[in-house]
């Protein structure tokens, strides 16, 4: 089963996502939180899989509290929002969200969202997905692109071609094809560099992919 912690400040609204959740029969809603705050407290309790995160909440924004849950490593996070802002966005992503997706998604999707991340892939709601494409294919005078940290030196060859092809959007079958070879070695890269990278998520590592140009 995979549990999840759902946390969002709307009564109604968080009470439809647990119905929905909870119609799968491989996920469980495990708790339920009704701002930032008690998200992270939540989270330390009942260490879920995944938490299911609103941006715009009280007392701690959802950006904030993703930020703590992933930095604690308690569980992964899927933002979930009505704002596509690009501060959202990159916030919630650089706060170490492994996935994206807008609140008007389907029932159908957002279940399988949540199998996706829960899985250890990365998930962008594909409108977010152009926006982002859009902005990391700016120009330079549109876009100034940040140093490369050292870390990125300790990078195997292997390391930094699985790093490119997650700056792709890639998933690790995909990757696997590619490069030619197991995805279960595929997953090995993918860990290792996370940590030669200090990154919590593959979405982040896609992220640093694209605004470096790897």
Known sequence: MIRVLVAEDQAAVRSGLVLILNSA???????????GERAVELARELRPD???MDVQMPR????SATRAVVGEGLADVLVLTTFDLDAYVFGALRAGASGFLLKNTDAKDLIEA?????GGEGLIAPAVTRR???EFAAGPERRERPPAP???ETLTRREREVLSC???GLPNADIAVRLDMAEATVKTHVS???GKLGLRSRVQAAVMAQELGV
């Open 114 to 118: 949540v199998r996706t991340v829960a």
């Open 166 to 168: 997650l700056g792709e």
């Open 150 to 152: 050292p870390e990125l």
């Open 132 to 134: 982002l494409i859009a």
């Open 25 to 35: 029969p491989d996920i469980e809603v495990v708790g339920e939180a009704e701002d």
């Open 50 to 52: 995944l938490v299911l």
């Open 192 to 194: 290792r560099l996370l």
């Open 60 to 63: 701690l924004d959802g950006v």
